[in-house]
Nanobody
């Protein structure tokens, strides 16, 4: 069982930056892959970025690549999402998730956090 808790959301102006954190309840280095998803009002939850258990591989949704960076610190059991050049369309609840599979498929992720709100004003 892995429990994850997100933090770092907030209100930011367009063009600004935020760093989200995801703290896990136990060691995440034991072949647990991590990802961020987001859900805007009235829309389905969508994939944002993923990082494998060692941090050696990352994958991004096309619209986020170049602006968002996912990283992890297994010593701190924490995954980060650095978001730069934020746009109003990035406004959503951002969720951290954990999976044993290396995948971008939402339903393959076994453990989810409660989410953290990110609001980007124009």
């Amino acid at each position: 069982q892995v429990q994850v808790v997100e933090s770092g959301g907030g209100l930011v102006q367009a063009g600004g930056s935020l760093r989200l954190s995801c703290a896990a309840s136990r060691r995440t280095s034991s072949t647990i892959n991590m990802a961020w998803f987001r859900q805007a009002p009235g829309k389905e939850r969508e994939f944002v970025a993923a990082i494998n258990w060692s941090g050696s591989s990352t994958y991004y949704a096309d619209s986020m690549e170049g602006r968002f960076t996912i990283s992890r610190d297994n010593a701190k059991n924490t995954v980060y999402l650095q978001m730069n050049n934020l746009k109003p369309e990035d406004t959503a609840v951002y969720y951290c998730a954990a999976a044993r599979l290396w995948t971008t498929v939402r339903n393959a992720y076994d453990y989810w956090g409660q989410g953290t709100q990110v609001t980007v004003s124009s």
